[in-house]
């Protein structure tokens, strides 16, 4: 089977994903990669909770003339694994997992470069230890990377949540680790890469549990390094800068001043005084992190001088720059960004760029924000364009009915478009986006059809509730979407009978009003549903934004929403699968059930959303539904492993009928999925039980079995058929398994000149392409969906599109020759 990573015919062209929501999981590193989702590193069991650099950005200066960085990512299960980036090839390579794992989910990784080649880290976890390691890299592309465990300290019932290491001054070759938690104290221990760590002093003074530890680099004066500095950060909204400095050979020496300073830390020959050197006021809220400015200019010497400018980010929802003022030296809050709007719920981290000219926060909802200094005199801190997406499991996409653009729904609780910006001048031609967020929820979103009808956009979702809700395409959306693909006059004559500029959202999360464009005689707009009171339920008012270029999270999370115009009462549970017929004038919905009433299919009618029809066949939940080619029929897939085809007729006129044609026990497990040859009566169903089957409709009144594909690994959770010959009835079908990995077969269907299936064999199937598992998902891939395929022009070329429970959306360029 080919593989289609090594460019047999697949590319991937997109990925959407937001950040995982946890502290220390976002390390920027030296290696100035860009703002874009570039890859997936699958190795991970579980989800990955924090991430560290060798070198990262404080670190750059030693990583100039590196052909290979390093990535240590630590999970919920305890596993470390350690990662090459080969940046001339640009190919990343799984190392090694760390031999000796924690028993419980790691939380924090720090590390610090010794040498260009040497590396030591520190890792904790909630299993009350840490381990402390040393990493030699290969002098040889491709050589083994050597691990050795310098020690491993517990550090009892209160786990530590922040560590950070540093050299100490005075070239001995010790090491100093810090470490914080849930006892609101700074430990240090002491040791050395041929000596135990031991526990040397207390930093006493925060009143909450402290969340982010940085040691600087050494400060330089007379042309010594004689003193480090230490920031952390805690939940008692505070900072506190410590000052480490050696003071002297012999631990006699050491007088009562000293101690009434502060503790006194010993390593070996050599003592340091350790003092508190400022406490720093400003945020509302916890800071869970603080980062020193790595160093951008050198000494004399060719060291490197450490910038005393210090980065902090809160669930305040800011992050802060603190410099200490020339004259008084006392340090203040000399830059503030950030205060983002009311959806937004804090930062959990902020990280500098290696050249100290970028930050990068992540935050709750799983977003990232990057502000770059654009000023030249004076600083100007302007927000730039960075990579989003989904911070929970995709549950379903949908393409636009021209393939405009991808919906995409998910258990985060919103719905988000993706586009190709053409006219991007910050990236390639066909650079892709989220360019809208339709809807921001209060329940999980399980299903969503965009109608494929004439007229305005439209789309029906369904959530963790009995409802279904109708969207239509605000006037700010269209002239955005104008921008986007450069083709204004598709949209023109839609624009001009849609009055509705964009969305509120009401206070309960659930509704989304409409926003009225102004009146000509008006000064101020009509609105629906924005005369709240002043109560404490109130939520400030949306602006909706017509956008020129990519949105930035602020935009995105606020000014883009799409108004509600209907909803959808009738089910008994909660939505499960929707679909729309290729007419765009019948919409096929179905809810979660354990019982036949329960699991009948409803019938709704495109612009009356009458109840037209309720199928009944099923027993359980039905998982996917689809229309055939012509409309004529509905597939419908059920937990109950049985297929029904019911015939549909008179859908757009006055009255729709419909009779059930076939049901048959199609698998031995639950079916999750299915999909119509789009050019004819075959279909494919794939099931837990590891298998696709073809099936062919036959004198449209019964069903018979055309062959079954080979026995997959792994349970199939997602199809989509395509066709590429109308003529010999050629075909692609994309299957897509629980482990996150995604298949493309080619399909032939025997037909007599009749029409009807003929010939021995019924059909053929054969593989076309297995995705590179680098490229795919790395969990369950729940639904897969080729862009346009019936308006396509180039014949070779076609776009897939998957989502998958790894929180990701995925677009892919399949090549055919």
């Given at each position: 089977m080919s593989n289609g990573g090594g460019g047999v015919g697949v590319k991937r062209v997109f990925i959407g994903a937001g950040c995982n929501r946890i502290v220390n999981n976002v390390s920027w590193g030296a290696s100035d990669l860009t703002a874009q989702i570039l890859t997936t590193l699958p190795g991970h069991k579980a989800s990955v909770n924090c991430t560290q650099w060798l070198p990262n950005a404080k670190f750059a200066f030693k990583a100039k003339h590196l052909e290979r960085h390093y990535l240590l990512s630590g999970d919920a299960d305890g596993t470390i694994i350690l990662w090459e980036l080969s940046l001339l090839e640009g190919k990343w390579r799984n190392v090694s997992q760390v031999p000796e794992s924690h028993k419980k989910g790691v939380t924090c990784i720090a590390g610090i470069m010794v040498s260009e080649s040497e590396s030591v880290f520190a890792s904790t976890s909630s299993d009350g230890t840490v381990h402390i390691w040393e990493v030699t890299f290969p002098a040889n592309i491709g050589g083994d990377c050597k691990l050795l465990c310098l020690d491993s300290l517990s550090v009892g019932s209160k786990p530590m949540v922040a560590l950070s290491l540093a050299e100490l001054p005075g070239n001995n070759g010790r090491i100093v680790l810090a470490m914080g938690g849930l006892d609101n104290k700074i430990h240090l221990y002491c040791g050395g890469r041929s000596e135990k760590f031991v526990h040397a002093c207390e930093l006493k003074g925060h009143t909450d549990w402290i969340r982010c530890l940085d040691f600087s680099l050494p400060l330089y004066s007379n042309g010594k390094t004689e003193t480090i500095l230490l920031v952390s950060s805690s939940q008692d909204k505070g900072i506190r800068i410590?000052?480490?400095?050696?003071i002297g050979e012999k631990k006699e020496e050491i007088s009562l001043a000293s101690y009434i300073k502060g503790p006194v830390l010993v390593a070996g020959t050599l003592s340091y005084q350790v003092s508190l050197e400022s406490l720093l006021i400003g945020h509302e809220d916890w800071v869970y992190?603080?980062?020193?400015?790595?160093?951008?200019?050198s000494q004399d010497g060719g060291a490197y001088c450490q910038p005393q400018s210090i980065l902090s980010a809160s669930m305040d929802k800011t992050m802060m720059i603190w410099q200490p003022e020339r004259t008084s030296g006392i340090w203040m809050n000399v830059v503030t960004v950030g205060e983002l709007s009311h959806c937004a719920l804090g930062f959990y981290g902020g990280h500098w760029s290696s050249n100290g000219d970028s930050i990068l926060a992540h935050g709750y909802g799983g977003s990232f924000h990057l502000w770059r200094n654009v000023g030249v005199d004076l600083d100007n801190w302007q927000p730039q364009k960075v990579p989003s997406g989904h911070f929970a499991a995709v549950s379903d996409i949908s393409w636009a009915r021209n393939g405009e653009y991808l919906l995409s729904v998910s258990h985060d609780q919103t719905t988000r478009i993706y586009a190709p910006w053409k006219n991007d001048a910050s990236s390639d031609s066909d650079g892709w986006h989220e360019i809208a967020r339709p809807q921001v929820h209060g329940h999980d979103i399980n299903c969503v059809t965009i109608i494929r009808g004439k007229g305005n956009h439209r789309f029906v979702c369904g959530a963790d509730e009995k409802v279904a809700r109708v969207f239509e395409a605000p006037l700010s959306f269209l002239k955005t979407l104008g921008h986007a693909i450069s083709q204004h006059s598709i949209f023109e004559d839609i624009q001009t009978g849609v009055q509705v500029l964009g969305a509120n959202m009401s206070a309960l999360g659930l509704s989304q009003k409409p926003i009225y464009a102004q009146n000509e005689n008006d000064n101020t707009s009509s609105r629906v549903g924005s005369e709240n009171i002043d109560t404490l339920e109130t939520i400030p008012d949306a602006v909706p934004v017509v956008l020129t270029e990519p949105?930035?999270?602020?935009?995105?999370?606020?000014?883009?929403?799409?108004?509600?115009?209907?909803?959808?009462?009738?089910?008994?549970?909660?939505l499960f699968s929707l679909c729309c017929n290729h007419e765009g004038n019948l919409v096929a919905s179905s809810c979660k059930a354990q019982s036949a009433t329960v699991a009948e299919i409803w019938l709704w009618e495109v612009g009356s959303w009458k109840a037209v029809g309720r199928l009944q066949s099923h027993s359980l939940t039905v998982t996917q539904m689809e229309f055939s080619h012509d409309d004529k029929f509905l597939?419908?897939?059920?937990?109950?492993?049985?297929?029904?085809?019911?015939?549909?007729?008179?859908?757009?006129?006055?009255?729709?009928?419909?009779?059930?044609?076939a049901r048959q026990e199609a698998h031995k497990r639950i079916i999750w999925a299915c999909s119509w040859n789009p050019y004819g009566y075959e279909f494919a169903t794939g099931s837990r039980d590891k298998t696709v089957k073809i099936w062919g409709l036959e004198n449209?009144?019964?069903?018979?079995?055309?062959?079954?594909?080979?026995?997959?690994?792994?349970s199939v959770t997602a199809l989509s058929w395509v066709g590429l010959d109308k003529n010999r009835n050629n075909g692609l079908l994309a299957v897509g398994l629980e482990n996150?990995?995604?298949e493309l077969w080619s399909l032939s269907i025997n037909r007599t000149n009749d029409g009807a299936i003929g010939g021995a064999p019924a059909a053929t199937v054969a593989p076309f392409a297995q995705l590179d598992p680098v490229m795919c998902h790395v969990s369950t891939v729940n639904r897969l969906a080729w862009r346009n395929?019936?308006?396509?022009?180039?014949?070779?070329?076609?776009?897939?599109?998957?989502?998958?429970?790894?929180?990701?959306?995925?677009?892919?360029?399949v090549k055919v020759t």
């Open positions: 410590w000052k480490i400095v050696l992190s603080v980062e020193w400015q790595p160093p951008s200019a949105p930035i999270e602020d935009q995105l999370a606020w000014h883009t929403l799409w108004p509600e115009s209907h909803k959808l009462y009738g089910h008994g549970n909660e597939l419908t897939i059920s937990r109950d492993r049985q297929f029904s085809v019911f015939a549909i007729k008179g859908a757009g006129t006055e009255e729709i009928s419909h009779q059930l044609v449209q009144s019964s069903v018979k079995l055309l062959i079954t594909l080979p026995p997959f690994k792994s996150g990995l995604i395929p019936e308006k396509r022009d180039d014949e070779c070329s076609l776009q897939l599109a998957s989502c998958g429970a790894d929180h990701c959306v995925r677009l892919f360029d």
